[in-house]
């Protein structure tokens, strides 16, 4: 079945550094542009950021740009966002998620991972 | 960037009921929004894309519409499975979700 599966997450200083990773399983994952999304706790929603299909194309929310870095292996259907200088607001659950509709709705999504940012 | 305003922030409604969210655009989006539903230690799960395209398996009674920037989901019939909160998405340009709606049972 549809499956992504997101590691990577656990307690970091601030101004430390973590890799998340996402592996997807039962799709083409090359079809789909894949997003991050955020939600600290108690909190709504918020996207971080975008990769295509392809993985030419990235776009960053302006509050991760310049200190996250998301980035895709198609031949190893997986994804990751490496994060640094890290602060305390970026404490949330993160989620994978994509779609392939042209319309940009993620239909597949991963259960999170905890991101901590505390000293 | 294109900021969602959703309302409510929070509802109170019964078994039954027929509810409304809205979710207003700061700018044109065309049908480029997105409506998803979130139970509490849950990933979202997408409900209708393009304003109005009712995803494979979700219940009927699920519909959105729009008119101009303004976009309504509407549960026609409330069942117990739906209490969740509930966000918009604009994918016209840097996705951008709403401030959720928090449906509770009264």
């Known amino acids: 079945q549809v499956q992504l599966v997101e590691s990577g997450g656990g307690l970091v200083k601030p101004g430390g550094s973590l890799r998340l990773s996402c592996a997807a399983s039962g799709i083409t994952f090359g079809d789909y542009f894949m997003n991050w999304i955020r939600q600290a706790p108690g909190k709504g929603l918020e996207w971080v950021a975008y990769i295509s299909s392809s993985g030419e194309a990235t776009f960053y929310a302006d509050s991760v740009k310049g200190r996250f870095t998301m980035s895709r292996d198609n031949a190893k259907s997986s994804l990751s966002l490496e994060m640094n200088s890290l602060r305390a607001e970026d404490t949330a659950v993160y989620y994978c998620?994509?779609?392939?509709?042209?319309?940009?709705?993620?239909?597949?999504w991963g259960q999170g991972t905890m991101v901590t940012v505390s000293s | 960037d294109i900021q969602m305003t959703q309302s409510p922030s929070s509802l109170s409604a019964s078994v039954g009921d027929r509810v409304t969210i809205t979710c207003r655009a700061s700018q044109y989006i065309s049908n480029y929004l997105n409506w998803y539903q979130q139970k509490p230690g849950k990933a979202p799960k997408l409900l209708i894309s393009a304003a109005s395209n009712l995803q494979s398996g979700v219940p009927s009674r699920f519909s959105g519409s729009e008119s101009g920037t303004e976009f309504i989901l509407t549960i026609s019939s409330l069942q117990p499975e739906d209490f969740a909160t509930y966000y918009c998405?604009?994918?016209?340009?840097?996705?951008?979700f709403g401030q959720g709606t928090k449906l509770e049972i009264k």
């Open positions: 998620a994509g779609g392939r509709a042209a319309d940009g709705a993620s239909d597949i």
């Open positions: 998405q604009q994918t016209y340009s840097t996705p951008f």
